[in-house]
T-cell receptor, first 114, second 115 residues
Framework: GNSVTQMEGPVTLSEEAFLTINCTYTATGYPSLFWYVQYPGEGLQLLLKATKADDKGSNKGFEATYRKETTSFHLEKGSVQVSDSAVYFCALRVLTGGGNKLTFGTGTQLKVEL | NAGVTQTPKFRVLKTGQSMTLLCAQDMNHEYMYWYRQDPGMGLRLIHYSVGEGTTAKGEVPDGYNVSRLKKQNFLLGLESAAPSQTSVYFC??????????????FGPGTRLTVL
């Protein structure tokens, strides 16, 4: 089956620190990979995505590279801000079975302090 | 555009009571989804729909029913609520695009407590 494993949180960083949130996956088939972000009290929003090996998704200073050889899609940001405090979810989608269904990881809470 | 809206935002039920959660989207999306979010478990798919009049089971469908009578609405029903159904429920929708990368758009969530 399909599954996504994320590093456990919370991750606490000082403002301007470097961020890495690890994500690895197992999938039957060739998945597309996503990072979603959930700000406090809100629903999830798509942060970035990648559809094939070696693709790099980027948005708002965040980046993630689709690594097929290590089945990973780690999220990085060079300098975090307090406003980046949120829960980050890694997800995958395989184009079989219909319905455009996503499989989510458990989420990683990020807290950024001044 | 309001995007995806959910009603109600909060609800407290007693064990055995029933209720319906309403999801509405104004983006003319074909696909709609209901998820539950529990601590340490991420989001799990309850049911989904690939078009008006169709529904299908997701990962955790037991204890829930759904209906998609209109394209823009997707209802989630709990016939006899149990404390294990205490959770935050999210609705999402996406467009159909063959082979495409169809982003899912999420509603703000409904926090349900079953006593």
């Amino acid at each position: 089956g399909n599954s996504v494993t994320q590093m456990e949180g919370p991750v606490t960083l000082s403002e301007e620190a470097f961020l890495t949130i690890n994500c690895t996956y197992t999938a039957t088939g060739y998945p597309s990979l996503f990072w979603y972000v959930q700000y406090p009290g809100e629903g999830l929003q798509l942060l970035l995505k990648a559809t094939k090996a070696d693709d790099k998704g980027s948005n708002k200073g965040f980046e993630a590279t689709y690594r097929k050889e290590t089945t990973s899609f780690h999220l990085e940001k060079g300098s975090v801000q307090v406003s980046d405090s949120a829960v980050y979810f890694c997800a995958l989608r395989v184009l079989t079975g219909g319905g455009n269904k996503l499989t989510f990881g458990t989420g990683t809470q990020l807290k950024v302090e001044l | 555009n309001a995007g995806v809206t959910q009603t109600p935002k909060f609800r407290v039920l007693k064990t055995g009571q029933s209720m319906t959660l309403l999801c509405a989207q104004d983006m003319n999306h074909e696909y709609m989804y209901w998820y539950r979010q529990d601590p340490g478990m991420g989001l799990r798919l309850i049911h989904y729909s690939v078009g008006e009049g169709t529904t299908a089971k997701g990962e955790v469908p037991d204890g829930y029913n759904v209906s998609r009578l209109k394209k823009q609405n997707f209802l989630l029903g709990l016939e006899s609520a149990a404390p294990s159904q205490t959770s935050v429920y999210f609705c999402a929708s996406s467009q159909y695009q063959a082979g495409g990368l169809n982003e899912q758009f999420f509603g703000p969530g409904t926090r349900l407590t079953v006593l």
